[in-house]
């Protein structure tokens, strides 16, 4: 079988693709590229071909390209990366982004299949990790990365490890666990109570005793071990001089556990024991509702995270892997297909064609001519070249960015939350009470001071009030969530209550990374558009395969002597007749100007138009920045201002738009406006937002797939839902309100107590009644009203 | 009535056993990931080299 014609759609048996050339067939499965040819021949070879019976397509699209783990040779590198290793064994864990499905599990745990030096492997799918014991001696970490890159699953190895920093966070906190303990003691408390509630007779009196002492047992470990952090918490905030909620949950807890004491050692009460675990329980429940967190995805990122982690050197003409920190000014560097630059350089040899998408946010890769300066972080999409460091690697033109304050200073404080305000009051209204009760009953008696302070402690122990903003916001965030805008944490909803400046990026915010917008200026016959399209089906260039899809399910030529210079243009025969597509300097010597990205195609010789690609905005834009009429809303883009009348209607202003910014000039500007006591959200998506993301009181990046690479932001939305964004912040608005609702629920069941704690009568089964009540209330209210609020806003 | 006191000790005993079980799971790892056994209880082994779609 050779070059023949597809007459309908054939799709790649590995990855699913659309196959635009028939050379890739075997055994009557036909593939899009060599890439995923060669991983089925892999998997074939090795008897694993069921993982294609699990799913339909779950292979990843492979283009070929250079080996490129060699500096995983290098001990001082490779040390960075594994868990654990000795002569015999080694432990490493790496994160695989593609790991999508079950098949990928199926497969990667049978990697012993294809080398027997791999002991055992493990996935954590939600993580995307995947844990490899092997052996050292019979395979070294850089066959094992080439092994997984060979059946399609190329492992991120970054210098920013994520995988080391999320285990630390699981294994340091015992939250569960602390728990597991409250839960244990409130139901066994709660069981020996309840005899005392019913009434014990006379006959009974022993067990009374018994049953406090166990009560007493049980408290110890609620106390002392899971209600541990509320004290140190509490004692930390009053040396720092202030008040918060910490501080009369802590009061709570330990006059409820000296009362408990008391009375049973006297012999004259039951005491508080199940309150005092159930408010423990309830607390520690609700913080863990509050610590929701998103596995595979990571608000932390700087260029550290997607930069590569060593680079070849040049050094008398041989080749070297060096660690990118050891990276020097007027070095050699070779990068190959599909790797980034690492470091502002001049172009030495090659042809450069750098996709700048991780930077702003374009995707039609820009070509570079030699000897000019290349700005770290795009990448190299054609064939190896060669350039000369000019600048370190933490001084280029977009990571100086990180040298700025915006990046040192602690971020805690951006915004108090209701929550920590109100916290403030209250307890000295509590207080205040508790004291004017204390000394209302000294004249009288001593005992029923006392006991009327701590019944007003007790009582008005803010549990609910604990728990209203934790439930409410880990069901807002699950609607974000659902609705595919993922936050960094509860905090963020409140903070996205306040703000009133929305500020855009433009190149991958508003207009869409992945649908350039493709026009045809000219006008060809069926005959023409057939020989156009076969030509261009061969390339793997972006643009050829933009321009394919444009023409959509058309009949394919034979094409005879094709020819592609990388990033310029392809000619080729068809029927003899030669078809030239290319840029305008490929076909006439003579540069397209810079504003617009045109691929002009002649037939035998005959010039017959061009392809003018232009940017798409998102679906929904006009609609989306008007209906934020209440918000004042800005563009700032790094772009030349060539898209500034289509984009006048839709920020009605120019004074509104900034172009020519700088990555450091988008920081100032937000810094400005928020000296101008704007609460400031910032919309944008590649690295060069990143200053401004990280300035702003709400940075929000935007990007079509939640596994690439974003930067450290507060939020990440994604692009299908970027029209949803006033329904977001109106919701945000609903959340807050439904806090303080519930609020003033909690209020109103703290003055039922407190009628009763003022005249000193607590009778321990009112307090847990009253509190466990409080309790399911206030979570029902918030579940139910977050819920409401949402269909409201039609986000459910 | 005081067998009470025994009864009270040994669901005591039992309650604590299932705690220590609970700690057992929760340091070994067990519950760190909820989700892949589920996918993995799923996949059956290889039914033959001719096993092909």
Same mark, same amino acid.
Request: aromatic share 12%; charged share 20%; proline share 3%.
């Given at each position: 079988?050779?070059?023949?014609?597809?007459?309908?759609?054939?799709?790649?048996?590995?990855?699913?693709?659309?196959?635009?050339?028939?050379?890739?067939?075997?055994?009557?499965?036909?593939?899009?590229?060599?890439?995923?040819?060669?991983?089925?021949?892999?998997?074939?070879?090795?008897?694993?071909?069921?993982?294609?019976?699990?799913?339909?397509?779950?292979?990843?699209?492979?283009?070929?390209?250079?080996?490129?783990?060699?500096?995983?040779?290098?001990?001082?590198?490779?040390?960075?990366? $594994?868990?654990?290793?000795?002569?015999?064994?080694?432990?490493?864990?790496?994160?695989?982004?593609?790991?999508?499905?079950?098949?990928?599990?199926?497969?990667?745990?049978?990697?012993?299949?294809?080398?027997?030096?791999?002991?055992?492997?493990?996935?954590?799918?939600?993580?995307?990790?995947?844990?490899?014991?092997?052996?050292?001696?019979?395979?070294?970490?850089?066959?094992?990365?080439?092994?997984?890159?060979?059946?399609?699953?190329?492992?991120?190895?970054?210098?920013?490890?994520?995988?080391?920093?999320?285990?630390?966070?699981?294994?340091?906190?015992?939250?569960?666990?602390?728990?597991?303990?409250?839960?244990?003691?409130?139901?066994?408390?709660?069981?020996?109570?309840?005899?005392?509630?019913?009434?014990?007779?006379?006959?009974?009196?022993?067990?009374?005793?018994?049953?406090?002492?166990?009560?007493?047992?049980?408290?110890?470990?609620?106390v002392?071990?899971?209600g541990?952090?509320y004290f140190?918490?509490a004692?930390?905030?009053l040396?720092?001089?202030?008040l918060?909620i910490d501080f009369p949950l802590a009061l709570g807890i330990v006059v409820l556990f000296a009362r408990t004491v008391i009375e049973?050692?006297?012999?004259?009460?039951?005491g508080f024991?199940?309150t005092l675990?159930?408010l423990v329980?309830?607390l520690?429940?609700?913080?863990?509702?509050?610590?929701?967190?998103?596995?595979?995805?990571?608000?932390?990122?700087?260029?550290?995270?997607?930069?590569?982690?060593?680079?070849?050197?040049?050094?008398?003409?041989?080749?070297?892997?060096?660690?990118?920190?050891?990276?020097? $000014?007027?070095?050699?560097?070779?990068?190959?297909?599909?790797?980034?630059?690492?470091?502002?350089?001049?172009?030495?040899?090659?042809?450069?064609?750098?996709?700048?998408?991780?930077?702003?946010?374009?995707?039609?890769?820009?070509?570079?001519?030699?000897?000019?300066?290349?700005?770290?972080?795009?990448?190299?999409?054609?064939?190896?070249?060669?350039?000369?460091?000019?600048?370190?690697?933490?001084?280029?033109?977009?990571?100086?960015?990180?040298?700025?304050?915006?990046?040192?200073?602690?971020?805690?404080?951006?915004?108090?939350?209701?929550?920590?305000?109100?916290s403030?009051?209250f307890t000295v209204i509590l207080l205040a009470i508790a004291f004017a009760s204390l000394i209302f009953w000294?004249?009288?008696?001593?005992n029923r001071g006392l006991a009327a302070f701590t019944a007003v402690l007790i009582v008005a122990c803010p549990c609910a009030l604990a728990?209203?903003?934790?439930?409410?916001?880990?069901?807002?965030?699950?609607?974000?969530?659902?609705?595919?805008?993922?936050?960094?944490?509860?905090?963020?909803?409140?903070?996205?209550?306040?703000?009133?400046?929305?500020?855009?990026?433009?190149?991958?915010?508003?207009?869409?990374?992945?649908?350039?917008?493709?026009?045809?200026?000219?006008?060809?016959?069926?005959?023409?558009?057939?020989?156009?399209?076969? $030509?261009?089906?061969?390339?793997?260039?972006?643009?050829?395969?933009?321009?394919?899809?444009?023409?959509?399910?058309?009949?394919?030529?034979?094409?005879?002597?094709?020819?592609?210079?990388?990033?310029?243009?392809?000619?080729?025969?068809?029927?003899?007749?030669?078809?030239?597509?290319?840029?305008?300097?490929?076909?006439?010597?003579?540069?397209?100007?810079?504003?617009?990205?045109?691929?002009?195609?002649?037939?035998?010789?005959?010039?017959?138009?061009?392809?003018?690609?232009?940017?798409?905005?998102?679906?929904?834009?006009?609609?989306?920045?008007?209906?934020?009429?209440?918000?004042?809303?800005?563009?700032?883009?790094?772009?030349?201002?060539?898209?500034?009348?289509?984009?006048?209607?839709?920020?009605?202003?120019?004074?509104?738009?900034?172009?020519?910014?700088?990555?450091?000039?988008?920081?100032?500007?937000?810094?400005?406006?928020?000296?101008?006591?704007?609460?400031?959200?910032?919309?944008?998506?590649?690295?060069?937002?990143?200053?401004?993301?990280?300035?702003?009181?709400?940075?929000?990046?935007?990007?079509?797939?939640?596994?690439?690479?974003?930067?450290?932001?507060?939020?990440?939305?994604?692009?299908?839902?970027?029209?949803?964004?006033?329904?977001?912040?109106?919701?945000?608005?609903?959340?807050?309100?439904?806090?303080?609702?519930?609020?003033?629920?909690s209020l109103?069941y703290n003055l039922i107590g407190l009628s009763y704690a003022v005249s000193g009568n607590l009778s321990p089964?009112t307090a847990a009644?009253l509190m466990?009540?409080s309790?399911?209330?206030?979570?029902?209210?918030?579940?139910?009203?977050?819920?409401?609020?949402?269909?409201?806003?039609?986000?459910? | 009535?005081?067998?009470?006191?025994?009864?009270?000790?040994?669901?005591?005993?039992?309650?604590?056993?299932?705690?220590?079980?609970?700690?057992?799971?929760?340091?070994?790892?067990?519950?760190?990931?909820?989700?892949?056994?589920?996918?993995?209880?799923?996949?059956?082994?290889?039914?033959?080299?001719?096993?092909?779609?």
């Amino acid at each position: 079988m050779t070059e023949s014609i597809f007459t309908e759609k054939t799709t790649c048996y590995h990855c699913g693709d659309e196959c635009l050339s028939t050379s890739y067939i075997v055994e009557n499965k036909s593939f899009c590229c060599l890439g995923c040819k060669s991983v089925y021949s892999i998997l074939s070879a090795n008897n694993l071909c069921s993982y294609y019976n699990f799913n339909d397509h779950p292979g990843l699209t492979r283009a070929r390209t250079d080996k490129r783990f060699d500096y995983l040779d290098e001990p001082s590198v490779a040390k960075e990366f $594994v868990d654990y290793t000795d002569d015999n064994l080694t432990i490493v864990t790496l994160y695989i982004p593609h790991i999508h499905c079950s098949s990928c599990i199926w497969l990667l745990e049978k990697l012993n299949k294809f080398n027997p030096g791999i002991l055992y492997s493990r996935i954590d799918f939600l993580k995307k990790q995947l844990n490899i014991k092997y052996d050292t001696k019979q395979l070294s970490l850089k066959q094992l990365v080439e092994l997984l890159f060979d059946i399609g699953y190329e492992p991120l190895i970054s210098l920013q490890d994520v995988i080391k920093k999320q285990n630390r966070v699981n294994t340091q906190d015992n939250l569960v666990q602390r728990i597991a303990v409250a839960g244990f003691c409130f139901g066994n408390v709660m069981l020996l109570s309840f005899p005392e509630y019913l009434g014990l007779s006379a006959f009974e009196q022993t067990f009374k005793h018994f049953f406090g002492w166990l009560n007493i047992m049980f408290a110890l470990p609620v106390v002392f071990y899971s209600g541990r952090e509320y004290f140190v918490s509490a004692w930390q905030n009053l040396r720092n001089r202030v008040l918060n909620i910490d501080f009369p949950l802590a009061l709570g807890i330990v006059v409820l556990f000296a009362r408990t004491v008391i009375e049973i050692l006297t012999q004259t009460g039951a005491g508080f024991a199940d309150t005092l675990c159930g408010l423990v329980f309830f607390l520690l429940v609700g913080k863990f509702v509050q610590r929701k967190t998103y596995h595979h995805i990571s608000f932390e990122r700087d260029y550290r995270s997607f930069f590569p982690v060593a680079v070849q050197v040049i050094t008398n003409n041989i080749e070297r892997p060096v660690p990118l920190a050891d990276l020097k $000014v007027g070095q050699r560097i070779v990068l190959r297909h599909n790797e980034i630059i690492p470091a502002d350089a001049i172009l030495l040899k090659g042809e450069a064609l750098i996709d700048f998408s991780f930077v702003t946010g374009e995707s039609i890769p820009i070509s570079k001519t030699l000897g000019e300066i290349i700005y770290a972080g795009g990448r190299q999409t054609s064939e190896a070249i060669e350039l000369e460091v000019v600048k370190p690697v933490s001084q280029s033109y977009l990571t100086q960015l990180w040298n700025n304050e915006a990046f040192t200073r602690q971020q805690d404080n951006r915004m108090q939350t209701f929550n920590e305000r109100v916290s403030k009051y209250f307890t000295v209204i509590l207080l205040a009470i508790a004291f004017a009760s204390l000394i209302f009953w000294l004249p009288t008696s001593l005992n029923r001071g006392l006991a009327a302070f701590t019944a007003v402690l007790i009582v008005a122990c803010p549990c609910a009030l604990a728990l209203s903003t934790p439930f409410t916001m880990s069901a807002a965030l699950s609607i974000f969530d659902k609705n595919f805008f993922y936050l960094k944490n509860t905090a963020v909803v409140e903070q996205m209550a306040k703000i009133d400046t929305v500020v855009f990026d433009k190149t991958g915010t508003i207009t869409t990374a992945t649908e350039n917008g493709i026009m045809l200026v000219g006008a060809l016959t069926g005959r023409q558009k057939q020989m156009i399209y076969s $030509v261009c089906s061969n390339s793997n260039h972006p643009l050829s395969r933009m321009i394919c899809r444009y023409f959509g399910k058309i009949k394919k030529l034979p094409i005879a002597l094709y020819k592609e210079m990388p990033g310029k243009g392809i000619t080729a025969f068809v029927d003899n007749v030669e078809v030239r597509a290319g840029s305008g300097h490929f076909m006439f010597g003579q540069h397209d100007a810079a504003d617009a990205t045109k691929v002009h195609f002649t037939i035998n010789g005959e010039y017959l138009g061009h392809f003018l690609f232009k940017q798409n905005y998102r679906g929904g834009l006009q609609q989306t920045v008007d209906s934020l009429s209440t918000y004042q809303t800005f563009l700032i883009s790094g772009d030349s201002d060539h898209e500034k009348r289509e984009l006048l209607p839709v920020f009605k202003t120019g004074d509104r738009m900034g172009f020519n910014q700088s990555p450091q000039k988008k920081l100032d500007f937000i810094q400005l406006l928020q000296r101008l006591k704007g609460k400031v959200m910032m919309i944008g998506d590649g690295l060069n937002d990143a200053g401004a993301l990280r300035q702003s009181d709400l940075g929000i990046a935007v990007t079509d797939n939640i596994n690439n690479f974003s930067p450290g932001c507060d939020a990440i939305l994604d692009g299908r839902s970027f029209n949803k964004l006033p329904a977001f912040l109106k919701f945000s608005k609903n959340t807050v309100t439904i806090i303080h609702c519930s609020f003033l629920i909690s209020l109103a069941y703290n003055l039922i107590g407190l009628s009763y704690a003022v005249s000193g009568n607590l009778s321990p089964l009112t307090a847990a009644i009253l509190m466990p009540l409080s309790t399911a209330t206030i979570i029902s209210f918030t579940t139910i009203a977050t819920h409401f609020a949402a269909k409201r806003r039609k986000l459910l | 009535m005081s067998i009470i006191y025994f009864l009270i000790g040994c669901s005591v005993l039992l309650a604590l056993l299932f705690l220590l079980a609970f700690f057992w799971a929760q340091r070994t790892g067990q519950n760190d990931d909820l989700y892949t056994p589920s996918v993995r209880i799923l996949l059956d082994d290889e039914t033959g080299p001719q096993d092909k779609k």
